[in-house]
């Protein structure tokens, strides 16, 4: 039975927080060249994002942490090993998937490159979001 009731609150909102910040520096200083490529446009680094793509990423980040966290909450998950465990499997069994999937479309030039690029953070977020809930 899934627990809505014991979730971190505090935990959820670091998750989601820290979700959006590695996004952030995935999606424009450590593979910014990459994804651009990817999506077949020029990388311009000082390109100012729509405003959709700074708010889509953060409610999507704060869901995921919220799913996260009551699935860990129903599992009984409460070491930093057994989080890692979960965010490798959300992320290799979910996120990264749902995303290749979403990259294998005409409007993606490159899609194998926006899989490896965008599935590569939703693994990594998905680590990152069940680790700090566990530890908050």
Known sequence: MLNFTDISWTGIIA???ASFILGGLWFSVLFGRAY???LGRAHDPSARPAPLMMVGPAVWGLLTAIATSVLMTSLEVRTV???VAV???VGLGYLAPTTVNTGINPNIPRPGLYGLVSGAY???AGVVIAVIIVLL
């Open 81 to 83: 090993g057994g989080a």
């Open 122 to 124: 939703h693994l990594l």
């Open 36 to 38: 651009s490529a990817a």
């Open 15 to 17: 998750a989601a927080v």
């Open 87 to 89: 965010g490798v499997f």
